[in-house]
């Protein structure tokens, strides 16, 4: 074998491995950021059970970021401000939700006090008491929605 060969396969097989690197490096930048846990996000109410996507969520300040698992985006895909989110309800997975979420998900669903948008989110049930802890721990009088007559 030539060593020409040989330098193209070694160059195949690094760029075939250098997204997994990368994936690798991300996750343990934010694993060392603190916090990090499991957290899908459902991007589309089509069809019941389709449109989640695996993900990572961490608390940063005053908000909730949360990352696509298969990505090498170093910003979060989504923020969740604790003054502008409120918690609308919770429930297991169900159907085709237990399938393809993590093992025992709760879904979440938050509400934006600006738009009104709902977004739903599936984690365990510890990362869900520590999500409705953060956000009744927001100071008081900061659920004050501009243009609103009284805090939300």
Known sequence: MEWGSVLV???????????FIG?????????GQGGL????????EGVPGS????G?????GEELQWFRAMSLSWRPSHRF????????????ASGLEAVVLFDESRIVTLRDRMTGREHA???DRDSVMGLMSWLESAPPGSHYVP??????
Not at 9 to 19: E, F, G, H, K, R
Not at 23 to 31: A, E, K
Not at 51 to 54: A, D, E, K, P, S
Not at 147 to 152: F, K, L, Q
């Open 121 to 123: 989110l599936a984690m």
């Open 51 to 54: 449109g989640w996507v695996l």
């Open 81 to 92: 401000q604790r003054e502008l989110t409120s918690y609308q309800h919770q429930r297991p």
């Open 23 to 31: 994936l690798y490096v991300r996750r343990r930048w934010l694993t």
């Open 37 to 44: 846990f499991d957290c899908a996000y459902r991007t589309s």
């Open 147 to 152: 243009g609103a007559d009284s805090p939300v």
């Open 56 to 60: 990572l969520a961490r608390y940063s």
């Open 9 to 19: 396969v070694v160059c195949v097989i690094a760029a075939l491995a250098l997204p």
